[in-house]
C-alpha cells in the first residue's frame, strides 16, 4: 500500500436541523475531514441533508452509503453528480446493496429489490451512469465489500473500500479479506483507501442501540476483539489504530456521532499524520 495519511469522518442521523447543523460544525471544530450519513426512509434524504451539510462547515460529505434499490440508476447518479458539482468536489458517493430491510423500504417506493446479482448491477450502472455525468470530474466512488463479488467489484470500480463484515468477525478474516482486495485490484492496489468504521470509542459506557446494530449484546461486543470497537484512553486508542494501519492498511476512520468528542483526542494526534 501507498504511505497513508490519516483522517476522520463523523457518521450522523439528523433527526433536527438544529442536530445536524450541531453536529457538522463541531465535527469541522474538532478536526474531523468529512461528515456522512446513511441510507433509508427511516431517516432525512442524505442526499439533501449533505447538500445542507456542506454548506455549515468546510468539510467533506458523502453517504454512508446509499442504498442501490431505493432509487433508479440514473435517480442515484443524478443526485451524486449534482452534489459533487454544488460541494465543489467535496462528495464522496458511497453505495451498496442495502442492509436488511431495505427490500421493505424498496417496496414501500414501489421499486423492485432484485436478486444479489441484479443490485450489483445496479450499481455498477449507477457507476456507469455517474461517469459520464462527471465528465472530467470524477466524483470517489466508497464501496462496502464483504463477499468475493462484491470484493471484485470494489477492486475494480472503488476509492475507497470498508470491509463489510459483522461486528464479531475476527481480525484474521478481515486481514483475508484486505488482502483478497488488493489481489483483485492489481495495479489499482495501491490508489484503494480503506476504511473501517466504529461503533463506539473511548470509555463510556455502550449504548441500547449498540446491540441492534451489532447483533451481539453490548457485554459480548465489550469482551471481544471487536474492529469496530476503539475502546480505552486516547493514548491507547492512538496505538490501536497505528497496530491496524500496519496490520491492514486502513487510514480513513469513522465513527458515529454519538461518540465524536470521545474519539477527538485521537482526532487531535493522528489526522494527517
Do not use: C
Amino acid at each position: 500500500m501507498s504511505d497513508r495519511r490519516f483522517r476522520f469522518g463523523v457518521v450522523g442521523s439528523p433527526a433536527t436541523a438544529e442536530q445536524w447543523t450541531t453536529t457538522v460544525r463541531q465535527a469541522a471544530d474538532l478536526g474531523y475531514s468529512s461528515v456522512l450519513m446513511p441510507d433509508g426512509l427511516q431517516l432525512p434524504s442524505p442526499f439533501a441533508s449533505l447538500a445542507m451539510a456542506a454548506t455549515l462547515a468546510d468539510v467533506r460529505v458523502g453517504t454512508f452509503v446509499a442504498a442501490a434499490p431505493l432509487r433508479t440508476p440514473r435517480q442515484a447518479a443524478w443526485d451524486a453528480h449534482t452534489l459533487t458539482v454544488l460541494t465543489d468536489g467535496r462528495f464522496d458517493f458511497g453505495i451498496g446493496t442495502g442492509r436488511p430491510g431495505t427490500d421493505q423500504q424498496a417496496a414501500e417506493l414501489g421499486l423492485p429489490f432484485g436478486s444479489g446479482k441484479e443490485r450489483r448491477d445496479q450499481v455498477r450502472e449507477t457507476l456507469d451512469i455517474l461517469e459520464r455525468l462527471d465528465g472530467d470530474r470524477r466524483t470517489p466512488i466508497m464501496l462496502a465489500a464483504g463477499g468475493p463479488r462484491a470484493l471484485a467489484l470494489a477492486a475494480a470500480r472503488a476509492d475507497i473500500v470498508s470491509i463489510a463484515k459483522d461486528a464479531m468477525t475476527p481480525r484474521a478474516e478481515v486481514l483475508r479479506l484486505v488482502q483478497d482486495l488488493r489481489e483483485l485490484a492489481g495495479p489499482r492496489a495501491d490508489s484503494i483507501e480503506l476504511a473501517m468504521n466504529l461503533f463506539a470509542a473511548g470509555t463510556r459506557e455502550l449504548p441500547p442501540w449498540t446491540q441492534r446494530a451489532a447483533g451481539v449484546s453490548p457485554e459480548e461486543l465489550e469482551a471481544s476483539d471487536s474492529l469496530m470497537m476503539l475502546r480505552g484512553t486516547p493514548q491507547q486508542m492512538v496505538d490501536e489504530l497505528l497496530r491496524r494501519r500496519d496490520e491492514f492498511g486502513t487510514t480513513y476512520i469513522t465513527v458515529n456521532s454519538t461518540y465524536l468528542e470521545d474519539l477527538a483526542p485521537v482526532v487531535e494526534k493522528l489526522a494527517g499524520s
